[in-house]
């Protein structure tokens, strides 16, 4: 087992290094952020001094290398809007998020669980060709027009909850979290649904339900664990679109978590709190899929003597 | 893929055996034929709707601004005016074309050069088949939509820009289902004679891979055109898509917000114009996977309530 | 090779004759091929020699895993081995390349043994078996040549020309297996290799599917190599016999000689669980049962691999490779001499060949 973990974490290292890399340079190809932050009468004394300080008249691989030797002593460099350190305002921001998307995340696998096994059930009867319609509508909803619909009817229309903002008691979680999870329910209600299928239309299950309600429960209780595989790969899949869905969702509705320090600093060319930002989403997505692997090979030991794709 | 032998007509069989007409296929699954009838207008819309509308979609006419929609105001206010007074019908309609004039090449671009990396990658195997799945792997591990603002930003949005940058996003996804049907198939029997034969790779490639790999190579495009175009919307709403005076419907979206009180057709039209689309993509999509099964290809003349087990998303389709 | 029917003078006799011709047609010496690495290395072959005469038939046989697919795939240049060497008409295959390795491509082919899985099923009769002519453009350049030469093909196999537009699923089995071979002749090859090409075929179909090999044998004059489990049918279409056991050869020599008076214990087992074929009467009319199963591949037993299941072993079977003994009155007289490994032979009547390295 510490073999397997040990393979999986040096080949997810390598992407995550490729992946901050190409944001360090493509970030510092956006221009020098000097325009934006000195006023336009600055003079060319003033410029020179700016870029200096901040090390932007440096060659690229100076910059990175002065990157590097800072992000060892856990130094991410400031922020150039704030002035504040660059690991803090992306530690402030991350619970956020964090939040946000492992409510959401929680919802659709419970959601997709109940909902999955009830069209499961009775194949092709009416419940389950009206969930694989609601399923495959969720699934292609945009999520900002979901949003704004959201805020149309239950915000302007209805004024049952606020149209943005994070004051408020419990409400104001409630459209964000729908609009994040409509696409991850949409998808794993499909995924339980065709596995559950697979597991329930299997001769002796039928047996089981002519039987009662006892041998029906333990039958569904098995065919629920069976599903538990491919749910949690597709769950793990998903993380990567959640963090999409939260730059629109937190965009939209003003919420200070990653994705929208991401697009303002992409923006404004805040280069430090960008690369740290996309560092720790990063990591957290490398361990996240890692602790999936583990999964799986906890239930299944085939999977940890297979080399990982 | 499934072995022909098991088909259920393989008792007696005519001495020629011609595929099922597509159309009479299509026409005994209604859900598909609405999908597809409602896919194909869209498309029309696009490629022709440009030349019946004018200048419309941009002719500024502020006296009309803000008009909701209604049936008095001519053809063109069936859907409402916006800020400026433009038609929304218009808009939408000249929208079209510009979502479908990204979403397609770009799904075309990287249909093509993923299949192409994936199919070679997974007949040779080794090295070859290793590097490609870390590519593949790289770049489909971080979230597309930031690595397109970043490089929109970087690049400045301009519609080819978009459609680049999502077609590189999106290769890896034909390259990871190229790369297992070619591993999968590399060692059949018939791929083994041709080797006996000394066909050269590529030959046997084109010849045996690609025709068996082609149906679920679509089917996966199919529902990526579907992932394309919501991004490209989210994009244009985010405002780092199509740019002004080019109209797209995520852009509608964005800019019908703030009339969200005032005049909530701006925004909430284009959005059901999407998901007509996507959803009908995605129909046509399950369809589409059973039709071009040969070994499948039976269930779809039962009546859907025998058919049986529905296609899932394949997990790629969702990051 | 003709592409029209010889007359062959020893047509007379079913099984052909082999015409005297110095260089063997096929020459396999010493070949090893292992898979996978560390503990999961896999031993193919290990050390296997075989030869074959122009105008032979060579019955391969043994059981499942024996290493009778991998030596087949070797010989058709589909695996290199890992050592030893393989001559075709005196030529190394695996030192070929371009255009001269294309060429010997068209001398050697194969049936396979799965009908079903070896025809492409998007592929009409006439385009699986002209399929080789669109790498060797040269032999049948024009279109109508290429359908004459399918008819021709079609019809030296027992099949109709209207079957050239038909898809394998509207064939039967034996059908498919008869595409295969037309298939296989496309080239004009000097050598087919048949892997258990009647396996997975009806009894009744099987019998019609091997005289179609036969008929080609005599008016074509190819050479086969004949890979199957099934003896019976091995003893009626071979000249000579090789059996392996775990990827060596632990038996070879002129079929009515393994068949009849066999040296090894293991053929001894083999013939014995088909009586009509035993005619040695080493069982004494009783099957022998070997004890326990085939060892795994990964674990191969030391000295006599056979050991673990023979009746006659003994410690000096664990402890040394046995030896290769020769039937007496085999050797040296022109024929095909009957070779085994055994410490202890069945039958009387053998000598150690210490001096020829020859049989491994």
């Not at chain 2, 290793?130 to 489909?140: E, G, K, P």
């Not at chain 3, 697919?69 to 070797?74: F, G």
């Not at chain 3, 179609?212 to 199957?228: A, H, N, Q």
């Amino acid at each position: 087992m510490g073999f397997f973990l040990r393979k999986r974490v040096v080949s997810s290292a390598i992407p995550l290094v490729f992946v901050v890399l190409g944001v360090f340079c493509l970030a510092r190809l956006t221009g020098n952020p000097v325009d934006l932050y000195l006023p336009l009468s600055a003079t060319a004394q003033q410029r020179a001094e700016f870029s200096a300080a901040h090390g932007f008249d440096d060659s690229i691989a100076v910059q990175l290398w002065d990157y590097l030797a800072g992000a060892a002593h856990l130094d991410f460099g400031t922020s150039l809007r704030t002035g504040e350190s660059a690991g803090s305002m992306v530690l402030q921001a991350f619970p956020v998020t964090l939040q946000l998307a492992g409510v959401t995340m929680l919802l659709a696998i419970l959601g997709a669980l109940v909902v999955g096994s009830l069209a499961a059930y009775r194949p092709n009867s009416l419940v389950d060709r009206i969930a694989g319609l609601l399923s495959m509508t969720a699934a292609s909803i945009p999520d900002f027009w979901f949003a704004i619909m959201g805020v149309l009817v239950f915000g302007v229309g209805l004024d049952l909850l606020p149209t943005s903002g994070t004051l408020g008691g419990p409400e104001i979680w409630v459209l964000p979290i729908a609009t994040l999870l409509i696409r991850p329910f949409g998808v794993l209600v499909q995924v339980v649904r065709g596995s559950m299928v697979g597991a329930l239309s299997a001769p002796y299950v039928k047996v089981a339900r002519s039987k009662g309600a006892d041998a029906k429960r333990v039958v569904f209780g098995h065919a629920l664990r069976n599903s538990a595989t491919p749910v949690l790969t597709v769950a793990g899949d998903l993380t990567v679109g959640l963090v999409n869905g939260a730059v629109v969702v937190e965009t939209i509705f003003g919420w200070p978590g990653i994705g929208k320090l991401m697009i303002d600093s992409i923006l404004q060319r805040d280069f430090a709190v960008l690369q740290a930002a996309v560092l720790l989403t990063a990591v957290t997505i490398f361990a996240l899929n890692i602790l999936v692997d583990v999964c799986h090979a906890l239930i299944d030991p085939r999977v940890r003597q297979a080399v990982p794709a | 893929m499934t072995d022909l032998a098991s088909r259920p007509t393989d008792a007696v069989t005519p001495s020629r055996t011609r595929p099922p007409r597509w159309w009479l296929l299509l026409g005994r699954d209604r859900g598909a034929a609405v999908a597809a009838v409602v896919l194909a207008l869209v498309f029309l819309v696009a490629v022709f709707g440009r030349l019946f509308i004018g200048d419309r979609a941009v002719r500024q006419d502020l006296g009309a601004s803000l008009r909701p929609p209604s049936l008095d105001q001519g053809f063109y206010g069936l859907l409402g005016t916006d800020v400026l007074g433009r038609s929304v019908l218009a808009r939408l309609v000249d929208a079209a074309g510009t979502t479908l004039s990204v979403a397609v090449p770009a799904v075309l671009c990287s249909l093509l050069i993923g299949s192409a990396l994936g199919m070679w990658a997974g007949y040779h195997g080794g090295v070859r088949e290793n590097v490609a799945m870390r590519v593949a792997d790289v770049i489909l591990s971080f979230p597309s939509l930031l690595i397109a603002v970043v490089v929109l930003y970087v690049f400045a949005p301009s519609a080819l820009n978009i459609v680049l940058i999502l077609a590189v996003a999106r290769i890896p996804v034909y390259l990871r289902t190229a790369r297992a049907e070619s591993a999968e198939l590399r060692s059949r029997l018939f791929v083994d004679a041709a080797r006996t034969f000394g066909t050269p790779s590529r030959h046997i490639i084109v010849r045996h891979i690609l025709p068996i790999a082609l149906p679920t190579l679509l089917t996966v495009a199919t529902l990526d055109f579907c992932f394309v175009m919501l991004t490209e919307s989210s994009l244009s709403f985010l405002g780092i898509g199509i740019q002004p005076p080019d109209v797209s419907w995520g852009l509608m979206v964005a800019q019908g917000r703030q009339y969200l009180q005032t005049a909530w057709w701006i925004a909430v039209l284009p959005g059901v114009a999407i998901v007509l689309t996507t959803v009908s993509a995605t129909v046509l999509a399950a369809w589409v996977r059973l039709a071009t099964d040969p070994a499948q290809r039976w269930r779809l003349t039962l009546p859907r309530k025998r058919r049986g087990d529905r296609a899932a998303v394949p997990p790629e389709m969702i990051a | 090779m003709p592409e029209t029917p010889l007359p062959d003078a020893t047509a007379a006799d079913p099984r052909g004759g082999a015409p005297a011709t110095a260089r063997p047609l096929l020459d396999v010496s010493g070949v090893t091929k292992s898979f996978g690495h560390g503990r999961r290395r896999l031993t193919a072959l290990d050390g296997v020699d075989v030869t074959l005469r122009r105008g032979e038939t060579l019955g391969l046989v043994g059981e499942s895993g024996c290493g009778k697919s991998t030596l087949a795939r070797v010989v058709l240049g589909l695996e290199r081995p890992d050592s030893g060497t393989v001559r075709f008409d005196g030529t190394d295959p695996f030192a070929l390349k371009g255009k001269e390795l294309l060429a010997w491509r068209r001398r050697v082919q194969m049936v396979f043994q799965d009908p079903f899985a070896s025809l492409n099923a998007r592929m009409s009769a006439a385009d699986l078996i002209g399929e080789p002519w669109r790498t060797h453009r040269d032999i049948v350049p024009t279109a109508r040549d290429r359908e004459r030469r399918v008819r021709e093909l079609l019809s030296l196999v027992g099949l109709r020309e209207s079957d050239a537009y038909r898809y394998p699923n509207e064939f039967s089995g034996g059908q498919r297996q008869r595409i295969g071979i037309a298939r296989a002749l496309a080239l004009g090859p000097d050598l087919i290799v048949c892997d258990e090409p009647v396996s997975a075929l009806d009894l009744s179909v099987q019998a019609q599917v091997l005289n179609v090999l036969s008929e080609l044998r005599e008016r074509l004059g190819v050479s086969y190599v004949f890979i199957s489990h099934d003896l019976s049918v091995v003893r009626y279409i071979s000249d000579r016999v090789t059996v392996m056991y775990l990827g060596k050869v632990i038996e070879h020599g002129r079929t009515e000689d393994v068949f009849d008076r066999p040296l090894h214990p293991y053929t001894a087992a083999l013939m014995s669980a088909a009586p009509a074929l035993d005619v040695s009467g080493a069982s004494n009319g009783e099957e022998i049962r070997l004890r326990g199963e085939i060892p795994s591949p990964f674990d191969i037993p030391s000295g006599c691999r056979f050991r673990t299941r023979c009746w006659k072993s003994e410690e000096r079977c664990a402890e040394h490779a046995p030896p290769a003994v020769t039937r007496d009155g085999t050797a040296d007289t022109g024929q095909e001499p009957h070779q085994g490994l055994c410490h202890f032979p069945l039958g009387a009547g053998t000598t150690e060949a210490g001096v020829r390295p020859r049989v491994g």
